[in-house]
């Protein structure tokens, strides 16, 4: 018989993939033992209702044979075979099955991006090509007599064959290359490294994987075992080893779910970061699972972004095999589950919120961070979701606490959450802008993170009660009686006060009498929407970093010793009034947490006046 050629395009994607660079070429294995186990999945099926079949549930298997001098490796199974005509129409074309866009892909893909293509889809059958220099399949369908072979070297074609088989099922044998200076094929012939690979990639296939005596598969997945049977140490044990993470999980989801989509579900709540977490590097997502079969390792559908620190598991039978990413996407199935997985793991992180706190907090200190990118991302649509997650340092009570347990404790006249930015918290605590909040007797949240104040701002309020920056202009403290009498001193002053703008040569747009500080001399603020931490925030950010910029705002105690000397000195001495000016704005500076723009300037300047 003759040679008989592949279609066209199959020929190409052949040739792609057998002399792509991938480097999981081991692959292979889990996509002929994943065939076998559906071969196997169709003829059990039928065995439940056609006594013909003559096979028990126990007799189905899957043996992989390995013969190192001929260098072959044969995958056998039981299951329902093919015929004549099926062996040339399922193998004749390549990415046959649910791959159009695969196809699609790899044909507009450049030669560097076929690795990727190649993971992300269940590549099936052909991907036997990237490790054997011929392939042979002798296959016997179900309720036939006769057996057909199916032999082909790759991309010149195929053969097809009459032959004979005791039994239906299917033999596919694998002649693996020879090994070349980059590659080394003969592993594929070595049974530790089979069964390794079985391990790693088939451990949790349904029917037993045969070499030798020895099933080398363990069937059942951790997931799928009753929950009475798998105990937290089991669980915690098996998120260390397959996470590889040295510390125990905060907590541990387990969800079975039966209704429009089925899903078995393990997941974890780490309680420490990888250390790429906050990098590009870092690839969230869960590992899908269909059948018992990986379907994919990093499923980032699954778990949505503020909650991308979850690892885990999802293993569902109504996912397809050979689903791409961007399949996936669109897949109404996952989409159920994956909003279903974002209210337990918000359930898992409120339970141990109230229930653990410890637990929590070291939590917390990992991820906190991405709860409060979460509530920004999106223009706040997770706010709600996430704002009774938060925890921030009190400056009364110095530990963390919620935004809950802040607006339980307000006194009745206390209107807002008041917070105070800092590098840290002793500099947020510290900072004079808090001086009347603590006389009022109203407690503070101490901010040390760039990200908290765009956080807040987001929220807005909490519990109807707004945000408000120790920085802000209007503190709801002041009395009108107060406030009147900040404005007189403002108008005496105001010949000093553009003195001193002038002085600092346009860093800052404005000086003012302070009606907040009571027994230090200076504090800086900002004007406009702006922060100062805000701006800090921004100034690491590549190329925005000179354009956000904060007025800059120097309040000065009009009660201090030192604002005094600056006025003495504005009537008798301007190059000295000018000094203090500079040196006032520089301490305003250093308590902000900014370094002076010209430190040796104002250390010279310091030590001048000691002589
Ligand atoms: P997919 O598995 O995604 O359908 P493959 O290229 O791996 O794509 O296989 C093509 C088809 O060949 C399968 O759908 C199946 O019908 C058939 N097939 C492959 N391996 C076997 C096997 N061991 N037993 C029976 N049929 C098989």
Redesign the pocket.
């Known amino acids: 018989m003759g040679k008989k050629q592949f279609k066209t395009e199959s020929k190409r994607i052949l040739d792609l993939m057998v002399n792509s660079i991938y480097t999981h070429k081991e692959i292979f294995l889990r996509?002929?033992i994943?065939?076998?186990s559906?071969?196997i999945d169709k003829l059990s099926y039928r065995a439940l209702t056609d006594d013909s079949v003559g096979l028990n549930r126990d007799d189905f298997k899957i043996t992989i044979k390995l013969d190192r001098d001929a260098r072959t490796l044969t995958?056998s199974?039981n299951?329902?075979?093919?015929t004549g005509e099926?062996l040339e129409s399922?193998?004749g074309v390549?990415?046959?099955?649910?791959?159009l866009q695969f196809k699609n892909e790899l044909s507009e893909a450049g030669t560097e991006d076929i690795p990727d293509i190649i993971g992300q889809f269940?590549v099936?059958?052909?991907s036997a090509f990237m490790v054997a220099e011929k392939v042979a399949?002798l296959?016997r369908a179900f309720g036939s007599d006769d057996a057909f072979m199916w032999v082909s070297t790759g991309v010149d074609g195929y053969t097809v064959t009459k032959s004979e088989r005791d039994a239906a099922?299917?033999d596919?044998m694998l002649l693996i290359k020879q090994d070349t200076e980059e590659e080394n094929y003969s592993e594929f012939l070595e049974e530790y490294r089979i069964k390794e690979l079985i391990k790693k990639y088939s451990d949790y296939v349904r029917w037993p994987i045969v070499m030798g005596d020895e099933t080398v598969n363990s069937m059942t997945p951790i997931w799928q075992r009753p929950k009475s049977e798998v105990s937290d140490d089991d669980c915690k044990a098996f998120y260390k080893e397959t996470f590889h993470d040295f510390s125990d999980p905060a907590g541990v989801i387990r969800i079975d779910a039966e209704g429009t989509v089925s899903y078995k579900a393990l997941l974890f709540i780490p309680s420490t970061a990888p250390y790429n977490f906050y990098t590009t590097a870092f690839k969230p997502g869960l590992q899908l699972y269909t059948n018992g079969v990986m379907i994919m390792d990093k499923c980032a559908d699954l778990i949505p972004e503020h909650f991308r620190f979850v690892q885990g598991v999802v293993d569902s039978p109504d996912v397809s095999?050979?689903i791409s990413r961007e399949l996936l996407q669109h897949d109404r199935q996952l989409k159920v589950i994956a909003n279903n997985i974002e209210k337990k793991v918000k359930t898992e992180l409120k339970r141990l919120l109230d229930k653990e706190r410890d637990k929590y907090e070291e939590f917390f200190k990992s991820f906190g961070i991405q709860l409060k990118y979460g509530i920004m991302n999106d223009f706040g649509m997770k706010k709600d979701m996430l704002s009774d997650l938060l925890l921030f340092w009190s400056s009364r009570r110095e530990k963390m606490i919620t935004l809950d347990e802040y607006v339980d404790a307000m006194p009745e006249d206390q209107k807002y959450i008041y917070y105070a930015c800092g590098d840290s918290i002793a500099a947020a605590n510290g900072l004079p802008q808090t001086e009347p909040i603590r006389d009022a007797g109203f407690d503070f949240l101490c901010f040390t993170e760039g990200v908290d104040e765009f956080a807040v701002q987001m929220l807005g309020a909490y519990k109807e009660k707004s945000f408000k920056s120790v920085n802000d202009d209007d503190l709801g403290l002041e009395s009108d009686d107060e406030k009147e009498k900040t404005d007189e001193l403002e108008s005496e002053n105001k010949e000093l006060l553009d003195f001193i703008v002038e002085s600092l040569g346009g860093k800052i747009s404005e000086a003012k009498i302070s009606h907040r500080l009571k027994t230090h001399p200076v504090c800086l603020t900002a004007s406009g929407p702006i922060s100062l931490d805000m701006e800090k925030y921004f100034k690491d950010a590549p190329a925005q970093g000179e354009k956000i910029k904060a007025q800059r705002v120097l309040e000065l105690n009009a009660a201090h010793p030192a604002f005094e000397a600056l006025k003495q000195a504005y009537v008798s001495d301007r190059d000295r009034a000018a000094d203090y000016a500079k040196l006032l704005y520089a301490q305003a500076q250093l308590i902000a947490g900014i370094m002076p723009d010209d430190p040796t300037e104002m250390t010279d300047l310091v030590c001048s006046l000691m002589k």
């Open positions: 996509e002929l994943s065939n076998a559906d071969a995958i199974d299951g329902i075979g093919m099926e399922n193998l390549i990415a046959r099955s649910g791959s269940g099936g059958f052909y399949v296959s099922g299917t596919i095999l050979n």
